[in-house]
């Protein structure tokens, strides 16, 4: 028999597709010495018995307890790293305010890297503790941190997609915080992803640089095109936000009369490497040049119901063939928790729906066909986000890296209400979306590795 790392037996729960999600009832999932999933094995299969005839009572056996389940590790698309040290606070005003008041004066403290360390390794902590996996971030303009942050992701084991932020413009940056000018800014990058693609070969789950022009308003144009060629010389991810406010898609529209995204695409930084956080404005073009492009959207519903001024048109664009997954924009977004804001996805998308304002008709206030299932959350939060970056991430299937959350639904301080044994696995699965909190997640995995485990 082949000789596997560890086996793990339990019931698990996985996409099929946005809208179905696949229950895998007490199976076995093979995981190789890279922490891949080279077999899924069915209770039914024929060597179902010889696994564990083989495997059970050993050390890499690993069978899940009773009210345990097996869910795939968050893929979150959208984390300012650094905004942790003010989540759940300022959230009082207008973006670009919020920006210049709140914002760019906390990250202006990223110079000092005693701060950064303190912040970014309870941050990637935190985002484990959470079910979060794998992380796209934004840092801060200063290199040194923003390679801190990669290192702290490899050390905890977390698969960290780092960008050093570009934010170049004299005109619209404060004098305290931003590059120094438009050429020291894209030498920085560039040794910024040589030195990430360097500690990438350290790490078993991975770590990527990320080309991250913080939005078009903070960049000049020779930045924006300097980006864009260092994306493709070394092939890199690329992470911006596009037409997220009334402000910011207007202050582009003047600049260039055209769209964030036909502006992206002409500084060469739409592909299918891209991800785009919030995309509230998109129009009809804007989402056919993301489907061309294979660029993704990262959703951010709870950061979208403060800056936002809408409720992005999600399923609409999803029926389009936009690649989505999920972001908690921290600290836009106040909540570190994918589960937190899968639950704001689908909340809005009701709200879209139906429509806000009571003093009109009822046929008259929302946007038809806008709503999605939880089960589309889910799907945002893991496969989509793997289908977004490109990784095989976000499923429990043959070939997926072993990125799992262990669900304890019996936990004392925190039980979910499931009062039947034989409970059917669908209304198992919505309870666990709708009510876990970090208590209730005992393990995460990641690559095969334990990276955080609470008794
Ligand atoms: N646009 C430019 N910078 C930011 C940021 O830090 N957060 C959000 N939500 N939008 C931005
Ligand atoms: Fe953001």
């Keep these: 028999m082949r000789k596997y790392t560890q086996i793990?037996?339990?019931?698990?729960?996985?996409?099929?597709?946005s809208k179905e999600v696949e229950f895998l009832h007490n199976y076995l999932f093979c995981i190789n010495s890279n922490g891949i999933i080279e077999k899924v094995v069915a209770p039914d299969?024929?060597?179902?018995?010889?696994?564990?005839?083989?495997?059970?009572?050993?050390e890499n056996f690993h069978r899940l307890t009773d009210g345990q389940y097996f869910l795939p590790g968050f893929v979150d698309l959208h984390v300012h790293a650094p905004q942790w040290a003010q989540s759940g606070t300022a959230l009082d005003i207008p973006l670009n305010d919020w920006l210049n008041t709140y914002t760019f004066p906390l990250e202006s403290k990223f110079s000092d890297l005693v701060f950064a360390k303190n912040v970014y390794e309870d941050v990637v902590s935190t985002m484990l503790a959470n079910g979060t996996t794998t992380a796209l971030y934004f840092a801060t303009v200063h290199k040194e941190a923003?390679?801190?942050?990669a290192k702290i992701c490899a050390e905890k084991g977390q698969r960290g997609l780092?960008?050093?932020v570009v934010m170049d413009d004299p005109e619209q940056n404060p004098s305290f915080y931003r590059d120094a000018d438009t050429q020291t800014a894209l030498v920085d990058t560039e040794e910024f992803i040589l030195a990430v693609k360097e500690l990438a070969k350290t790490t078993k789950q991975g770590v990527y640089p990320v080309v991250t022009p913080r939005f078009i308003p903070s960049c000049t144009d020779d930045a924006l095109k300097g980006l864009g060629e260092l994306a493709a010389k070394y092939d890199t991810y690329v992470q911006s936000h596009c037409s997220e406010s009334d402000w910011a898609h207007g202050y582009v529209k003047e600049r260039f009369q055209k769209n964030d995204a036909f502006a992206l695409n002409g500084f060469g930084l739409l592909s299918d490497k891209s991800i785009m956080a919030h995309c509230?404005?998109?129009?009809?073009?804007?989402?056919?040049?993301?489907?061309?492009?294979?660029?993704?959207?990262?959703?951010c519903p709870i950061s979208n119901a403060y800056f936002a001024n809408s409720v992005i048109p999600i399923a609409h664009l999803h029926s389009k063939g936009v690649e989505i997954g999920l972001g908690s924009d921290i600290s836009g977004g106040f909540s570190p928790s994918l589960f937190d804001n899968a639950r704001q996805a689908v909340m809005s998308s009701r709200m879209l729906e139906d429509g806000v304002n009571p003093s009109l008709p009822a046929?008259?206030?929302g946007v038809l066909a806008s709503r999605i299932t939880i089960n589309e959350a889910f799907y945002f939060a893991t496969a989509g986000g793997g289908q977004s970056l490109s990784l095989p991430i976000g499923r429990l299937a043959k070939n997926y890296t072993w990125d799992v959350q262990v669900i304890d639904t019996k936990i004392t301080s925190a039980k979910l209400p499931i009062f039947n044994d034989k409970e059917d696995l669908n209304d198992v699965f919505q309870k666990i979306m709708y009510l876990v909190r970090p208590e209730n997640i005992r393990e995460v995995w990641v690559q095969g590795e334990k990276v955080h485990s609470r008794l």
């Design 146 to 149: 923003s390679l801190l942050l």
């Design 363 to 365: 046929n008259e206030r």
């Design 45 to 58: 299969d024929t060597d179902y018995q010889d696994l564990l005839d083989a495997y059970q009572g050993k």
């Design 8 to 17: 793990f037996q339990g019931t698990a729960f996985t996409s099929k597709s």
């Design 280 to 299: 509230n404005f998109l129009d009809e073009e804007d989402a056919n040049l993301f489907v061309e492009t294979g660029t993704a959207i990262a959703h």
């Design 162 to 164: 780092v960008g050093k």
